[in-house]
């Protein structure tokens, strides 16, 4: 779990919320995710921004139904159970947006 240490579980859930909810975030991420990352005023570590370019590469060329199941469903990932289990859901919504 080294590997978590160095990662912000919260603001790739976070980011992992915005895609599920946000079409605007969700296409913009498609299109130019590096740029959609800075306008919602993101600043991820290298390690980080990894992780979203593979899941990025996973749902390319998928329509926004597909891109919401899959990643609802924990087909398309950008943390591993093990990681979700440290933040979960709803307790990112809650710290987040109370």
């Keep these: 779990m080294a590997e978590m240490e160095e990662i912000r579980l919260e603001a790739l859930k976070g980011i992992t919320v915005l895609a599920i909810h946000d079409a605007q975030f969700r296409r913009g991420a498609i299109d130019d995710l590096e740029g959609t990352l800075r306008r919602y005023g993101y600043d991820l570590t290298d390690q980080e921004m990894e992780r979203l370019r593979n899941a990025h590469e996973e749902v390319s060329g998928m329509s926004d139904e597909d ?15 093990a990681e979700e289990g440290v933040v979960t859901p709803g307790e990112y919504v809650d710290a987040a947006w109370s």
């Design 67 to 81: 891109i919401v199941r899959e990643m609802r469903e924990g087909e398309a990932r950008v943390l591993s159970e």
